[in-house]
């Protein structure tokens, strides 16, 4: 461990690059010589204006999005989004479509009911406990949008590929696996992904939408809930989230100049991934979860022969450094959140860990 | 100037107290031997644990709360109060009496409106340029509350002390002067306040509602958007703004433990005041915007002689470290913002200057 730091395995918040952390720490009592601390900036500063494009800049630039997509910064995690998303953009006597692949779709799903808006439940792996991504969908004609979640944190499945959905746009929870790959932004309306997982610290959500969406948006709803204020306002129709969406933009750079963008990231991710399903797939003593098509290269799922094996496997684990081994407090076991700050060297130190605990055993 | 650092006179995000800088980056790599960096702690950890209910007691200690007050963090800023409280608070059929004092509480009117929310305006200011606190209000009976602006940034005014409402609960806008001064909590139903300025980074508000308030809460609200969601869930019920919560928490130590409470603050606030205000009032240069008995402990407003001499003392008053000086773009002139964490030394240095401008001019 560098400097007494941790293996971090947090499924959110997570680790953050290290060189990023260094640069906050340092430049902390007095950001780029304008004598206050980035907190202490004003938001209609040149400093923070400077942050704020760049950071934008650069989400254009790895996800390559052209001009008619928006990319705004917002407060209230992907669960504010799972009530703005419908209540911007479904339109009056108009349904949505919503697939089910867990926890979090299970939310949005009630989000949207609960503003009477009618959602159409058009597939859903609930029957297997969400251990699968549904295939071979048929999409409602018309839908005002279909509701997909790219990756699923708690049951550690991911969307291999995003589904042909006859051109209805697509509104994406990508929380948990935005930046980890490239993808054809083509597909999606609107993008949601609250930070604190793969682009930054919790408290700043990271939305992109594509120009035609707006015309969606009601005239009278509150300012805060309209997408179209945020639009019109670059994000700062009032005070944002400035720190949040600064130490956003220093990881946004370093996945740009350090990784060398998305196609990397996601060979790395990819790498990640499967040196961690090897050692599960190749030694009895774990189980993988996720049925392997299904499976996630942010979040992987396993568990161990009983429930007190994982409990001490989770303990050692810590005493040896590597932390945010246990699975989610709905559904136990053991989860690795290998997110794209994760390096291999801190993956492979887990897969010996790993070994010599079933060696043990 | 310690270390090169600006004599921050920003309206917010504003000046943060120095020792809670530098605590931030002396622990910002490894956050109490967790081996991780406060924004990659789990907020389902021991540690966010500690920093959000220690956090919450000291809210509570500093302003003498009874447990019939509940201390939340939210997202949002104060502009989605303007949202929330009204669709929270006010009942179908009822009303809320709104006192107008300027651009913040033309706003909050504006937002309780546009969800067809009946208003009351019951007393406003406008008809002089928002320069005085309105006087011997009457408030209507059996209104769902009283809506007031503690402290008005723009314009340079503050309630001096609360109106007698007859009973009704007040709900107030204290984003520019909580923690300032200590007041009687009995007369608030709801308190919200933007940590910007007075207590922390932007990115959290701090969100103080008396449990009878709960009752009128509607259940068919989107989650996100109920006071009772995060009532139930210890602010945790998605992931909370981690480090702008653990910033508060600093910066609500430093004053308890460093100022030793709201009553030192309060005499510390008004000596900064009574300093500045001194200048501006023996002097001709000067010229206070605000009616002297409604004038602000927090945000001082001016004017010189000449929009150009106004335009040179911000210009050369940032030559000699003293920073954010610009009135606001909506009215122009000068505004020095002297917020809790601006220390009575700062505000001595920036009375020099003051006087030696006006003598040369």
Redesign the interface.
């Known amino acids: 461990?560098k400097?007494?730091?941790?293996h971090?395995f947090?499924?959110?918040?997570?680790?953050?690059p290290?060189p990023v952390?260094?640069e906050?720490?340092d430049e902390?009592?007095?950001y780029k010589?304008?004598?206050?601390?980035i907190?202490?900036?004003?938001?209609?500063s040149k400093w923070f204006d400077e942050v704020i494009n760049d950071a934008k800049s650069r989400v254009k630039r790895l996800l390559k999005l052209g001009d008619h997509y928006h990319v705004l910064f917002l407060?209230?995690?992907?669960?504010?989004q799972?009530?703005m998303a419908p209540?911007n953009l479904i339109s009056e006597g108009q349904s949505a479509d919503y697939v089910n692949t867990g926890t979090w779709s299970t939310?949005a799903i009630?989000?949207a009911q609960?503003?009477g808006k009618k959602v159409n439940v058009v597939a859903s792996s609930e029957d297997k406990n969400f251990s699968y991504i549904p295939r071979d969908i048929s999409f409602t004609m018309g839908a005002a949008y279909v509701h997909l979640t790219s990756n699923n944190t708690i049951k550690g499945t991911q969307w291999a590929s995003f589904p042909d959905t006859g051109g209805v746009p697509i509104v994406c929870d990508m929380s948990s696996d935005i930046m980890s790959r490239p993808f054809d932004p083509a597909l999606f309306g609107l993008i949601y992904a609250?930070a604190?997982k793969n682009i930054g610290?919790?408290?700043?959500t990271l939305v992109i939408i594509r120009e035609d969406m707006l015309n969606r948006v009601p005239e009278?709803?509150?300012?805060?809930?309209k997408y179209s204020t945020f639009v019109s306002k670059n994000s700062m129709?009032?005070?944002?989230?400035?720190?949040?969406v600064y130490?956003c933009q220093l990881v946004l750079k370093w996945l740009e100049e350090t990784i060398g963008g998305l196609e990397n990231m996601e060979k790395i991710n990819r790498e990640k991934g499967a040196i961690l399903y090897d050692v599960i797939d190749n030694n009895d003593f774990y189980r993988g979860t996720a049925e392997k098509d299904s499976r996630s290269m942010m979040n992987v799922t396993f568990r161990l022969p009983s429930e007190e094996l994982e409990k001490e496997f989770v303990a050692e684990a810590l005493e040896n450094?590597l932390?945010?081994l246990k699975g989610h407090?709905s559904v136990g076991g053991c989860r690795a959140s290998i997110y794209n700050a994760t390096g291999i060297d801190t993956v492979s130190v887990l897969v010996e860990f790993m070994k010599e605990f079933a060696r043990k055993k």
Chains 1, 2 share one sequence.
């Not at 400097?3 to 941790?6: A, D, G, H, P």
């Not at 407060?75 to 504010?80: F, K, L, N, R, V």
């Open positions: 461990m400097e007494n730091r941790m971090n947090n499924a959110g918040p997570a680790a953050l290290l952390l260094e906050i720490r902390f009592l007095n010589g304008s004598g206050m601390s907190t202490e900036v004003s938001h209609r407060q209230g995690g992907a669960s504010m799972f009530c209540m939310k009630k989000e609960i503003q609250g604190q610290p919790a408290g700043v009278n709803l509150p300012a805060m809930l129709f009032n005070t944002p989230p400035c720190f949040a130490t450094g932390g945010g407090r």
